[in-house]
């Protein structure tokens, strides 16, 4: 079965720089979530879609946006990065808006040197 | 949002039965309990969800008391492959949107 594809699987960004962190969604799911999580923490929320429009936002620093796509993938945009951006990044999707089972992908693991 | 409240880490050994309590004193009606695994630099992974009374699938069950201020996730006969963080997840379904916040999880550790 199609699961939740994230790309790249790895990346090293020197601060300040930028980075564009991309999510495939799991076909026919309407529903994208974004997480970081340090090391050793717990996945925080940072944003979530519905049908390509903004549905919440947990804490996502004003340095990132994000967007999702005609074709529902996602991207999570990354500014003026800093040592403390160093995490993974996990992108999940749901069926439907509203449903806690949220499927997620293999993350994006950046380190900010 | 519900905040949950779970042990900081549970000890088992294989063949066990374990059971991991999370409190969600200020549940809302309309609030869902959930369950997450995770192991280690993987993605969290959805194991159950239920309402109230007794839920069951192939892999654990859940109990949720009459007054829904906390939930067991049980997992029966323990296996090495288990050890990992179980988060304990209080959504609002709504056909609004929702987010799915994680508290701090409980992390199993199963022995030989």
């Known amino acids: 079965a199609a699961g939740v594809i994230q790309s790249p699987r790895h990346l090293i960004k020197e601060k300040r720089e930028t980075a564009t962190l991309k999510c495939y969604p799991i076909?026919?799911?309407?529903?994208v979530y974004w997480y970081q999580q340090g090391p050793g923490q717990d996945p925080q929320f940072l944003i979530s879609f519905y049908e390509k429009m903004q549905s919440d936002k947990g804490s996502i620093p004003d340095r990132f946006s994000a967007q999702q796509f005609s074709d529902y993938h996602s991207e999570l945009n990354m500014s003026s990065l800093e040592l403390g951006d160093s995490a993974l990044y996990f992108c999940?999707?749901?069926?439907?808006?509203?449903?806690?089972?949220?499927?997620f992908g293999q993350g994006t693991r950046l380190t900010v040197v | 949002l519900a905040k949950t409240t779970q042990p900081i880490s549970m000890d088992s050994y294989e063949g066990q039965e374990v059971n991991i309590t999370c409190s969600h004193n200020n549940i809302a009606t309309n609030d869902y309990i959930t369950w997450y695994q995770q192991f280690p630099s993987q993605g969290p992974r959805f194991i159950i969800q239920g309402y109230k009374t007794k839920v069951t699938n192939e892999v654990a069950s859940l109990f949720i008391p009459a007054d829904r201020k906390s939930s067991t996730l049980s997992l029966p006969r323990v296996s090495l492959s288990d050890t990992a963080v179980y988060y304990c997840?209080?959504?609002?379904?709504?056909?609004?949107?929702?987010?799915?916040?994680f508290g701090q999880g409980t992390e199993l550790s199963v022995k030989p």
């Open positions: 999940a999707s749901s069926r439907d808006r509203g449903d806690t089972e949220a499927f």
């Open positions: 076909p026919r799911h309407d529903t």
């Open positions: 997840l209080v959504a609002f379904v709504y056909n609004q949107g929702g987010k799915l916040i």
